[in-house]
Protein backbone atom coordinates (compact mmCIF):
# COMPACT_ATOMS: atom_id res chain seq x y z
CA UNK A 1 0.00 0.00 0.00
CA UNK A 2 1.05 3.50 -0.34
CA UNK A 3 1.90 5.37 2.47
CA UNK A 4 3.24 9.05 3.27
CA UNK A 5 5.30 10.16 6.12
CA UNK A 6 2.69 12.69 7.22
CA UNK A 7 -1.18 12.69 7.78
CA UNK A 8 -0.95 16.31 6.05
CA UNK A 9 -2.17 16.18 2.63
CA UNK A 10 0.32 17.30 -0.18
CA UNK A 11 -0.86 19.69 -2.78
CA UNK A 12 -1.52 17.12 -4.84
CA UNK A 13 -3.53 15.47 -2.60
CA UNK A 14 -5.77 18.51 -1.97
CA UNK A 15 -6.28 18.80 -5.53
CA UNK A 16 -6.98 15.60 -6.21
CA UNK A 17 -10.99 14.42 -6.43
CA UNK A 18 -10.79 11.00 -7.50
CA UNK A 19 -12.91 9.79 -5.07
CA UNK A 20 -15.87 8.89 -7.30
CA UNK A 21 -13.38 5.63 -8.30
CA UNK A 22 -13.62 4.10 -4.70
CA UNK A 23 -17.03 4.88 -4.55
CA UNK A 24 -18.77 2.14 -6.37
CA UNK A 25 -21.33 1.06 -3.39
CA UNK A 26 -22.83 2.49 -0.53
CA UNK A 27 -21.38 3.13 2.89
CA UNK A 28 -22.71 -1.04 3.29
CA UNK A 29 -19.78 -1.81 1.13
CA UNK A 30 -17.11 -3.96 3.59
CA UNK A 31 -14.36 -1.40 2.69
CA UNK A 32 -16.28 1.52 3.47
CA UNK A 33 -17.07 -0.29 6.84
CA UNK A 34 -13.46 -1.16 7.24
CA UNK A 35 -12.64 2.95 7.17
CA UNK A 36 -15.56 3.67 9.20
CA UNK A 37 -14.04 1.29 11.84
CA UNK A 38 -10.66 2.56 11.54
CA UNK A 39 -11.88 5.83 12.05
CA UNK A 40 -13.58 4.85 15.53
CA UNK A 41 -11.10 2.52 16.79
CA UNK A 42 -7.54 3.40 15.95
CA UNK A 43 -7.22 -0.38 14.70
CA UNK A 44 -7.03 -2.02 11.60
CA UNK A 45 -7.57 -5.65 13.77
CA UNK A 46 -10.21 -4.16 15.64
CA UNK A 47 -12.12 -2.61 12.13
CA UNK A 48 -11.73 -6.16 10.90
CA UNK A 49 -13.47 -7.95 13.47
CA UNK A 50 -16.62 -5.42 13.68
CA UNK A 51 -16.65 -5.57 9.53
CA UNK A 52 -16.47 -9.88 9.92
CA UNK A 53 -13.73 -10.28 8.21
CA UNK A 54 -10.39 -11.23 8.28
CA UNK A 55 -7.00 -9.00 9.11
CA UNK A 56 -5.83 -9.84 5.86
CA UNK A 57 -9.14 -9.37 3.92
CA UNK A 58 -9.31 -5.39 5.84
CA UNK A 59 -5.21 -5.16 4.53
CA UNK A 60 -6.56 -5.58 0.79
CA UNK A 61 -9.75 -3.53 1.62
CA UNK A 62 -7.76 -0.62 1.99
CA UNK A 63 -5.41 -1.43 -1.16
CA UNK A 64 -8.20 -1.13 -3.45
CA UNK A 65 -9.58 1.87 -2.03
CA UNK A 66 -6.30 2.99 -2.09
CA UNK A 67 -5.50 1.95 -5.46
CA UNK A 68 -9.24 3.15 -6.87
CA UNK A 69 -8.80 6.95 -4.99
CA UNK A 70 -4.77 7.19 -6.07
CA UNK A 71 -4.05 8.62 -2.23
CA UNK A 72 -3.04 7.58 0.76
CA UNK A 73 -6.14 7.08 2.67
CA UNK A 74 -4.55 5.20 5.68
CA UNK A 75 -1.03 5.41 7.82
CA UNK A 76 0.35 3.57 10.38
CA UNK A 77 0.22 5.85 13.72
CA UNK A 78 3.37 5.25 15.74
CA UNK A 79 3.25 5.03 19.83
CA UNK A 80 0.57 5.86 22.29
CA UNK A 81 -0.63 3.63 25.32
CA UNK A 82 -1.56 0.48 23.18
CA UNK A 83 1.99 0.89 21.09
CA UNK A 84 0.48 2.32 17.79
CA UNK A 85 -2.11 1.92 15.58
CA UNK A 86 -3.62 3.58 12.26
CA UNK A 87 -5.64 6.84 11.65
CA UNK A 88 -7.23 7.71 8.61
CA UNK A 89 -5.17 10.48 6.36
CA UNK A 90 -6.92 13.36 5.42
CA UNK A 91 -7.82 12.47 2.38
CA UNK A 92 -9.22 9.55 3.82
CA UNK A 93 -12.02 11.10 6.22
CA UNK A 94 -12.84 12.98 3.27
CA UNK A 95 -13.56 9.53 1.35
CA UNK A 96 -15.78 8.32 4.23
CA UNK A 97 -17.45 11.65 4.88
CA UNK A 98 -18.35 11.13 0.97
CA UNK A 99 -19.48 7.94 1.15
CA UNK A 100 -21.75 8.56 3.63
CA UNK A 101 -23.21 11.72 1.97
CA UNK A 102 -23.55 9.15 -1.42
CA UNK A 103 -25.17 7.01 0.77
CA UNK A 104 -27.79 9.05 2.22
CA UNK A 105 -28.53 10.27 -1.27
CA UNK A 106 -28.73 7.21 -2.97
CA UNK A 107 -31.14 5.88 -0.37
CA UNK A 108 -33.45 9.73 -0.50
CA UNK A 109 -33.55 8.88 -4.22
CA UNK A 110 -34.59 5.78 -4.49
CA UNK A 111 -37.05 6.24 -1.61
CA UNK A 112 -38.55 9.41 -3.39
CA UNK A 113 -38.68 7.33 -6.35
CA UNK A 114 -40.80 3.89 -5.00
CA UNK A 115 -43.34 6.40 -3.42
CA UNK A 116 -43.97 7.73 -6.88
CA UNK A 117 -44.81 4.94 -8.87
CA UNK A 118 -46.21 2.68 -5.94
CA UNK A 119 -47.97 0.71 -7.95
CA UNK A 120 -49.74 -1.23 -5.40
CA UNK A 121 -47.95 -3.93 -5.22
CA UNK A 122 -45.76 -3.68 -2.37
CA UNK A 123 -43.21 -1.33 -4.35
CA UNK A 124 -42.52 0.62 -1.46
CA UNK A 125 -41.09 -2.63 0.35
CA UNK A 126 -37.74 -3.50 0.15
CA UNK A 127 -35.94 -3.76 -3.57
CA UNK A 128 -36.92 -6.79 -4.87
CA UNK A 129 -33.85 -9.30 -5.61
CA UNK A 130 -35.00 -10.75 -8.89
CA UNK A 131 -37.03 -9.06 -11.93
CA UNK A 132 -40.45 -10.56 -13.38
CA UNK A 133 -38.75 -12.56 -16.17
CA UNK A 134 -42.00 -14.68 -17.12
CA UNK A 135 -43.81 -11.68 -19.32
CA UNK A 136 -46.07 -10.22 -16.25
CA UNK A 137 -45.65 -6.47 -15.61
CA UNK A 138 -42.57 -4.88 -13.59
CA UNK A 139 -43.18 -3.76 -9.88
CA UNK A 140 -41.17 -0.67 -8.64
CA UNK A 141 -39.12 -2.63 -6.49
CA UNK A 142 -37.70 -5.01 -9.13
CA UNK A 143 -37.16 -1.69 -11.71
CA UNK A 144 -35.11 -0.26 -9.25
CA UNK A 145 -32.95 -3.98 -8.41
CA UNK A 146 -32.26 -3.76 -12.24
CA UNK A 147 -31.45 0.00 -12.17
CA UNK A 148 -28.43 -0.64 -9.37
CA UNK A 149 -27.21 -3.70 -11.64
CA UNK A 150 -27.40 -1.33 -14.50
CA UNK A 151 -25.01 0.88 -12.58
CA UNK A 152 -21.91 -1.80 -13.30
CA UNK A 153 -20.10 -1.03 -16.47
CA UNK A 154 -17.44 -3.24 -17.34
CA UNK A 155 -15.24 -5.01 -20.61
CA UNK A 156 -17.10 -8.37 -19.61
CA UNK A 157 -19.88 -8.38 -21.92
CA UNK A 158 -22.02 -11.59 -19.69
CA UNK A 159 -23.27 -9.71 -16.92
CA UNK A 160 -25.76 -13.02 -15.85
CA UNK A 161 -27.99 -11.90 -12.52
CA UNK A 162 -27.83 -15.07 -10.26
CA UNK A 163 -28.27 -16.07 -6.29
CA UNK A 164 -25.50 -17.79 -4.39
CA UNK A 165 -26.71 -21.31 -3.19
CA UNK A 166 -24.10 -22.71 -1.93
CA UNK A 167 -20.31 -21.91 -0.48
CA UNK A 168 -17.28 -24.22 0.29
CA UNK A 169 -14.24 -23.70 1.77
CA UNK A 170 -10.63 -25.23 0.82
CA UNK A 171 -7.86 -23.71 2.51
CA UNK A 172 -7.52 -20.38 0.94
CA UNK A 173 -10.34 -20.92 -1.81
CA UNK A 174 -14.08 -20.34 -1.51
CA UNK A 175 -16.09 -22.11 -4.06
CA UNK A 176 -19.04 -20.36 -5.12
CA UNK A 177 -22.28 -22.39 -6.36
CA UNK A 178 -24.69 -20.19 -8.16
CA UNK A 179 -27.89 -20.61 -9.63
CA UNK A 180 -29.53 -17.80 -12.58
CA UNK A 181 -32.14 -15.86 -11.76
CA UNK A 182 -35.49 -17.50 -13.93
CA UNK A 183 -33.86 -21.18 -13.54
CA UNK A 184 -35.93 -23.23 -11.04
CA UNK A 185 -33.74 -24.61 -7.83
CA UNK A 186 -32.14 -28.16 -8.63
CA UNK A 187 -31.41 -26.94 -12.23
CA UNK A 188 -27.94 -25.99 -13.92
CA UNK A 189 -25.23 -23.96 -11.59
CA UNK A 190 -22.40 -21.66 -12.12
CA UNK A 191 -18.76 -22.21 -9.93
CA UNK A 192 -16.44 -19.72 -9.57
CA UNK A 193 -13.26 -19.74 -7.40
CA UNK A 194 -12.13 -16.83 -5.28
CA UNK A 195 -10.35 -16.33 -2.49
CA UNK A 196 -11.54 -16.35 0.96
CA UNK A 197 -10.64 -12.67 1.91
CA UNK A 198 -12.42 -11.39 -1.17
CA UNK A 199 -15.78 -13.39 -0.14
CA UNK A 200 -15.65 -11.87 3.00
CA UNK A 201 -15.81 -8.65 1.77
CA UNK A 202 -18.85 -9.49 -0.85
CA UNK A 203 -20.30 -10.95 2.59
CA UNK A 204 -21.22 -13.99 0.37
CA UNK A 205 -23.59 -15.79 1.91
CA UNK A 206 -26.48 -18.27 0.37
CA UNK A 207 -29.98 -16.90 -0.48
CA UNK A 208 -28.10 -13.66 -1.81
CA UNK A 209 -28.44 -12.16 -5.38
CA UNK A 210 -24.98 -11.47 -6.86
CA UNK A 211 -24.00 -10.64 -10.66
CA UNK A 212 -21.74 -13.68 -12.42
CA UNK A 213 -19.51 -11.91 -14.93
CA UNK A 214 -17.28 -13.68 -17.10
CA UNK A 215 -15.41 -12.59 -20.68
CA UNK A 216 -16.87 -13.89 -23.97
CA UNK A 217 -13.17 -15.09 -24.30
CA UNK A 218 -13.86 -17.02 -21.95
CA UNK A 219 -16.87 -19.02 -22.81
CA UNK A 220 -16.52 -22.36 -24.92
CA UNK A 221 -18.90 -23.13 -27.04
CA UNK A 222 -20.10 -26.60 -28.65
CA UNK A 223 -22.63 -28.35 -30.17
CA UNK A 224 -25.14 -29.85 -27.49
CA UNK A 225 -24.12 -33.59 -26.41
CA UNK A 226 -26.51 -36.11 -26.73
CA UNK A 227 -26.67 -36.42 -22.52
CA UNK A 228 -28.15 -33.40 -20.90
CA UNK A 229 -25.56 -31.24 -19.34
CA UNK A 230 -24.98 -31.85 -15.48
CA UNK A 231 -26.46 -29.77 -13.10
CA UNK A 232 -23.30 -29.88 -10.95
CA UNK A 233 -20.14 -28.83 -12.83
CA UNK A 234 -17.42 -31.26 -13.57
CA UNK A 235 -14.91 -31.46 -10.71
CA UNK A 236 -11.85 -31.98 -13.48
CA UNK A 237 -8.18 -32.16 -12.38
CA UNK A 238 -6.32 -29.58 -10.14
CA UNK A 239 -9.48 -28.05 -8.35
CA UNK A 240 -10.53 -27.42 -11.97
CA UNK A 241 -14.25 -26.49 -12.35
CA UNK A 242 -16.01 -26.46 -15.55
CA UNK A 243 -19.25 -25.06 -15.33
CA UNK A 244 -21.30 -26.58 -18.73
CA UNK A 245 -25.05 -24.89 -19.52
CA UNK A 246 -27.13 -25.48 -22.69
CA UNK A 247 -28.99 -23.54 -24.83
CA UNK A 248 -30.42 -22.16 -28.22
CA UNK A 249 -28.21 -20.48 -30.19
CA UNK A 250 -29.64 -17.23 -31.26
CA UNK A 251 -27.11 -15.38 -33.45
CA UNK A 252 -23.45 -16.65 -35.14
CA UNK A 253 -20.93 -13.74 -36.11
CA UNK A 254 -18.34 -15.93 -38.60
CA UNK A 255 -15.04 -15.30 -38.13
CA UNK A 256 -11.14 -16.56 -39.38
CA UNK A 257 -10.24 -16.82 -35.50
CA UNK A 258 -13.45 -18.67 -34.50
CA UNK A 259 -17.26 -18.34 -34.95
CA UNK A 260 -18.87 -15.82 -32.15
CA UNK A 261 -22.47 -17.10 -30.98
CA UNK A 262 -25.28 -16.00 -28.74
CA UNK A 263 -26.68 -19.02 -26.70
CA UNK A 264 -30.14 -18.20 -25.24
CA UNK A 265 -30.40 -19.90 -21.81
CA UNK A 266 -33.15 -21.12 -19.29
CA UNK A 267 -34.59 -18.06 -17.66
CA UNK A 268 -34.25 -16.24 -20.95
CA UNK A 269 -30.53 -15.06 -19.93
CA UNK A 270 -28.00 -14.77 -23.11
CA UNK A 271 -24.54 -15.67 -22.85
CA UNK A 272 -21.67 -14.66 -25.42
CA UNK A 273 -18.99 -16.95 -26.19
CA UNK A 274 -16.92 -18.34 -29.26
CA UNK A 275 -17.05 -21.59 -31.04
CA UNK A 276 -14.04 -23.42 -33.46
CA UNK A 277 -13.77 -21.59 -36.98
CA UNK A 278 -16.34 -23.45 -38.99
CA UNK A 279 -18.02 -25.01 -36.10
CA UNK A 280 -21.22 -25.38 -38.54
CA UNK A 281 -23.14 -24.03 -35.41
CA UNK A 282 -26.53 -22.01 -36.45
CA UNK A 283 -29.55 -20.29 -35.29
CA UNK A 284 -32.28 -22.23 -33.48
CA UNK A 285 -29.61 -25.46 -32.54
CA UNK A 286 -28.86 -26.68 -29.22
CA UNK A 287 -25.19 -25.79 -28.29
CA UNK A 288 -23.26 -26.26 -25.12
CA UNK A 289 -21.60 -23.42 -22.90
CA UNK A 290 -18.58 -23.95 -21.10
CA UNK A 291 -16.95 -21.94 -18.44
CA UNK A 292 -14.06 -22.32 -16.14
CA UNK A 293 -14.85 -21.32 -12.59
CA UNK A 294 -11.66 -19.48 -12.77
CA UNK A 295 -13.01 -17.66 -15.31
CA UNK A 296 -16.29 -16.12 -13.36
CA UNK A 297 -16.20 -13.19 -11.14
CA UNK A 298 -18.93 -12.62 -8.53
CA UNK A 299 -20.19 -8.80 -7.72
CA UNK A 300 -22.69 -7.46 -6.57
CA UNK A 301 -25.07 -4.85 -7.99
CA UNK A 302 -24.67 -1.12 -6.48
Request: with cysteine; glycine share 12%; net charge positive.
Amino acid sequence: MRTRSSASPSPSESMATPFIDALGHGAGDKRIEILRGIAATGSISQAAREAGVSYKAAWQAIDTLTNLAGVALVQRAVGGAGGGGAVLTAQGTRLLGLAQAFDAARREVHARWLAEHDDGEGAAGPVATAPVRDGGGRNASATGATLSRLALRTSMRNQLPAVVEQLATTGRIVRVSMRLEGTPAGGPRLVARITRESAELLGLRPGLPVIALCKATAVRIGRAMPQPAPAEPDAQPHGIDVTHLEGSVARVSRGADGDELTVALAGGLQLIGFAASGSGLRARQRARVSIDAAALVVALAG
